[in-house]
Each structure stands twice: as structure tokens, then as C-alpha cells.
């Protein structure tokens, strides 16, 4: 059963958290930030232009291109500091 990320525990630590079909905010930013374990990855299937990280996470947006649909979609990696 999927939880929203306020349910989750904060003694659980996670390697890789992705997130679709939300719009991503500072207050999940940082709910997501709390739940990774240092070197661990957020996948935001979107870019995030708006929305800066913090000095422990970095924060690359990829674009790409779906040739079929000729659409372009985006993915944004934050990288939490080991």
C-alpha cells in the first residue's frame, strides 16, 4: 500500500526515492532530503527550476525526447552528500 512521504517513519533511511505525477515543494524536498542515506539519490521525473537545494543535496536536470510522441520530458537528480 503506498504511503504519502509525511506517513513514512523518520528512523527509515533510503538508497533511492523517485517521485512522479507530483508537484514537487520545498516541504517534500525536505521530507525526501530527511529519508535519504548520505550518497543515496532522489529521480523527480520533472525539472525543478523553481525550487533550489539544499547545501547537502545537488541537483542535475536532464531533458529528453520521446521520438514517437515528439515530446520532450524532463528528470531531476538529487544527490545527497556522503
Known amino acids: 500500500v503506498p504511503l504519502s512521504i509525511e506517513h513514512i517513519k523518520q528512523t527509515v533511511r533510503y538508497d533511492l526515492v523517485t517521485l512522479r505525477l507530483v508537484k514537487l515543494d520545498k516541504s517534500i524536498l525536505k521530507s525526501v532530503e530527511r529519508l535519504l542515506l548520505p ?36 528528470l531531476t537528480i538529487f544527490k545527497k552528500s556522503s
Not at 523553481?50 to 515530446?71: G, V
Open 39 to 74: 550518497g543515496s539519490v532522489f529521480i523527480y521525473f520533472s525539472s525543478t527550476p523553481l525550487i533550489s537545494a539544499s547545501t547537502s543535496i545537488t541537483k542535475e536536470t536532464y531533458t529528453y525526447q520521446i521520438d514517437s510522441q515528439n515530446i520532450t520530458k524532463s
